[in-house]
Every structure is written in C-alpha cells, then in structure tokens.
C-alpha cells in the first residue's frame, strides 16, 4: 500500500449480530490502511451523514435517507427472511390490540423503528403514538403498550422476560409481505471510493473473507459471545444461522419493498433506489 494514504475510517455496530463480519478482519487487513470506530446503528448513522467516516455498517433506513450519497456493497448486510431473534416488541396485549396504542422506541435504532411503524400502519391499520427512549425495557414499558428493542439489548431482556408477549418484527415481516428484510447495508461514500477505489476493494475483499471463515469456523466467535454476551453455544450457533449476511437480488428486493413502504407512509421523502457496488463501477464513480 501507498504510505501516502490516510486510514479507512470504518463504522462497527457495536452488537453481537455483525460478529461474523468483523471476525478475521483484523487479521485480513494491514492495520495501516483502517480504523474501526464501534457505535450504535444511530451513531454510525449521523457519523456517516457528517463524513467522520467513510464506510460501514449503517441502518438501511439511513442509506434510504442518503442514497444520492452513498453506494453499498454486495454480499454483505445484516439480514433475515422471517425470524431475526434481536429485533423484538415487547407488549402487553396482542398485536392488534396495541395498534393504536402507546409505543416507545429505541433511540439506538432506523430500520427497525420504521419496520415497525410499517407493520402497525399498513398491515394492522393502527395509528400509534410513538415515543423515543434510551433502550432499558422496564423504564420504556412502564407507562405503554410496547417497547422496541434491537441488538443484544433484545437478546438480553428476551432471557430475562417472564411477563411480555414478544413479537420478532422479520418474522411479522415476512408474514405479511413473504419477503426478505434488510436491517443493516455496508455503505460506502461516493466520495471515498472516487479517492481511494483500491483500499476500498481491498477492504471488501477482506471483509467477504472473514464472513465466509466465520462461517466456516464459528467455535472461537461464539465461545467469546458466551463470555461477553452471556447465553449457551446452542443458542448462538442459531443466531448466527438464522441471521443473514449476503446481499444479493432476494435481500434487494425485500428492502426496495420496505423503502417503499416508508415513501408512501411519508417516513422518507423519496423511495431509495438501491446503488450496488463493483469493481466495474468504480470506473463510473470514479469519472
Ligand atoms: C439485526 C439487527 O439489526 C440492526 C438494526 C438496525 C436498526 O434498526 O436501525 C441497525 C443495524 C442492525 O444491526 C439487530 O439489531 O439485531
């Protein structure tokens, strides 16, 4: 590598459902030519929107807000066709009952907050109100109907809860629409690969592998889950198979589906076309 290049700024949800990704990077990858900054979804969101980093996991619903800007790359995303286990409602009564009910959010979440507005909206014919919290189950359910949350904060209260119906919102999806849903891309700014198109082929590159190894070698990723994160090997070993990690036509389609969901309930201003990265492209960004 040129020494001349400044480091890939490179996003990290920081829960345990983008492990397989990030697993053997390290050891892919000249530690040089990146640094990881580990956040939320919504953190990495707005960083990414400022340019404090150029690539990375981000909410789907975020690339929807700035598609114009950005890119994504193929095979990689956060994904499920029907069951998800770590994007979970917590209620108090049964779906259609709390459709017009009160309704506390995550602050940590994009996609799954305007999934679920989707699916109260337009499948259940509710109108909701909605409020935003940090994501601690008591405190958010105390005075509602239902309570979002994603990532191992859902994983978490979901071994501990006793008293809540719990409602997986990629299965409520698939139900209704028999499609796939996308909750996290792998964006990267136009800009980044206009200056760098080698690094960032590289790190894809790296990136594919380390999904593909982790796949192959799961045993040391999940002993660590069981260590951070808690839970048994079982349980981890269906997480991480149940959760998707490509991205291809059949997650494509599923996610144009939900972007125009979110255009005609107004939660985006336009229905995002879905930019795919290449190497053959880079020459058309690159122009
Ligand atoms: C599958 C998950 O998807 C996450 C949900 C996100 C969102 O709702 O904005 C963003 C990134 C994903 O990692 C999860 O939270 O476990």
Redesign the pocket.
């Known amino acids: 590598m040129s020494t001349h290049n400044p480091k890939i700024r490179i996003g990290r ?1 920081n ?1 345990t ?2 492990w397989p990704i990030y697993y053997y990077f390290p050891e892919l990858i000249d530690s040089n030519d990146v640094e990881i900054i580990e956040q939320v ?2 953190s990495l969101n707005r960083a990414m929107a400022a340019g404090e980093i150029d690539m990375g ?1 981000i ?1 789907s ?1 975020a690339y929807g807000q700035s598609f114009e800007d950005y890119v994504l790359f193929p095979d990689l995303s ?1 994904s ?1 066709y029907g069951e ?1 286990n ?2 979970l409602l917590f209620h108090q009564k049964p779906l259609r009952e709390i459709a017009n009910g009160r309704i506390v959010l995550p602050t940590t ?5 305007n999934l679920l507005k989707i699916i109260l909206e337009k499948f259940y014919h509710g109108k909701p109100t909605y409020e935003f919290a940090a994501p601690n189950l008591d405190a958010m359910i105390k005075d509602a109907d239902g309570a979002l949350l ?2 191992d904060d ?1 994983i978490k209260e979901n071994w501990r809860n006793t008293k809540y119906m719990v409602s997986d919102l990629g299965q409520e999806w698939a139900k209704w629409t028999g499609k796939w849903m996308s ?2 891309v792998w964006a990267i700014r136009k800009e980044t690969i206009r200056q760098y198109p080698e690094q960032v082929a590289k790190i894809f590159a790296a990136f594919v592998q380390s999904k593909q190894q982790a796949h192959r070698k799961p045993d040391d990723m999940i002993k660590e889950a069981q260590v951070k994160v808690g839970g048994s090997e079982a349980y981890w070993h269906h997480y991480f198979n149940t ?1 998707c990690y490509d991205f291809g036509p059949e997650q494509w389609e599923g996610l144009q589906t939900y972007y125009n969901f979110c255009f005609e309930l107004g939660f985006l201003p336009k229905a995002a076309k879905i930019d795919i990265w290449s190497e053959k492209e880079k020459t058309r960004v690159t122009e």
């Open positions: 949800i829960y459902n983008v979804p919504s996991p909410s619903f956060v499920a998800v770590s994007i979440s994009a996609s799954s907050v994603i990532g859902a909750f996290a959760l």
